[in-house]
């Protein structure tokens, strides 16, 4: 038989580099304020690379670390016993993984790397202990939990109260906004999972999503060129509340064409004529 595929942690471990961070490293990774602890750089906390497709935890597995993305982007699912995905988030830079198992000691959902990832471990144990001597670390760790139930509810707010058009915008709006937390551009990046993934994630259809994102393009809200998505109106999309029929975009496509040409006619016939050379005389 061939050997078992190591998952979550052994699957990391095996391709673990050198790289540790100490605790004033991840508040800010984490972007909660740092305290004086004394000697906080020999409290270090060890990165994990993992590769893309790679589990970093999955559901039902003894809890026993949470995670914080350093690098990379990643998903989080729920999985039924049909073997079908619910997408629960997109972790990035800064988010923290892995808060689900606390309750149970056990992961609810299961973590997957969309693209290589560095993720900087935090044993649970570890940060109970410094949370009983140091009070101030404890309360930010629950200010970052109560961060992302945040997050997820004003999700589900979303999906109740939004059509679909609307989720999209949200959705791309809000993944510029992280883009431009981390450094990058919001106006030109590349999404990182498919457009069924990202229909899981908004309770929306693969063709849903697509015919979504063609609209946009259509009316010049984004540029589409595969998994690139350029920014064009973040104002507009930010608002949006639903785009009109496909046939009255049509026809407001077809009149502003119109409208162009006739003006292009009219800017034609007002210029002067070229000069050009009189005919040859016929021979007689």
């Not at 699912?77 to 923290?96: A, C, R, T, W, Y």
């Not at 410094?130 to 629950?142: A, I, S």
């Not at 059509?163 to 919001?186: N, P, T």
């Not at 077809?254 to 050009?276: C, D, M, N, S, V």
Request: glycine share 8%.
């Amino acid at each position: 038989m061939a050997a078992a595929q190591p998952t979550g942690h052994e699957a990391g471990r095996q391709r673990q580099g050198r790289l540790w961070s100490n605790l004033k490293e991840v508040c800010d990774l984490l972007h909660i304020p740092s305290f004086n602890i004394a000697q906080t750089d020999e409290l270090l906390f060890q990165h994990v690379q993992f590769k893309t497709g790679q589990r970093i935890h999955t559901i039902g597995q003894p809890f026993d670390m949470l995670y914080v993305v350093n690098s990379g982007f990643l998903k989080t699912v729920l999985i039924d016993e049909f073997g079908n995905e619910q997408v629960l988030s997109f972790p990035m830079k800064g988010d923290m993984m892995g808060v689900d198992g606390i309750h149970t000691r056990h992961y609810a959902s299961e973590a997957v790397a969309l693209s290589d990832c560095d993720l900087i471990l935090l044993p649970f144990r570890k940060l109970a202990s410094l949370g009983r001597t140091h009070v101030e670390l404890e309360n930010m760790m629950y200010g970052v939990m109560s961060r992302e139930l945040v997050r997820e509810q004003a999700m589900i707010g979303m999906l109740g109260a939004l059509s679909a058009e609307a989720r999209v915008a949200r959705f791309l709006v809000s993944l510029a906004d992280r883009f431009a937390q981390m450094g990058y551009s919001s106006k030109l990046f590349n999404l990182r999972m498919t457009r069924h993934e990202i229909g899981s994630y908004l309770g929306l259809t693969l063709e849903t999503v697509s015919r979504t994102l063609s609209a946009f393009n259509e009316v010049g809200l984004i540029s589409v060129d595969q998994r690139t998505i350029g920014i064009k109106d973040p104002d507009a999309l930010k608002n949006l509340r639903r785009l009109p029929p496909s046939r009255a975009r049509g026809r407001q496509n077809g009149a502003a064409a119109r409208a162009r040409a006739a003006e292009a006619a009219e800017t034609a016939a007002a210029a002067p004529a070229p000069h050009t050379a009189p005919p040859l005389l016929a021979a007689v």
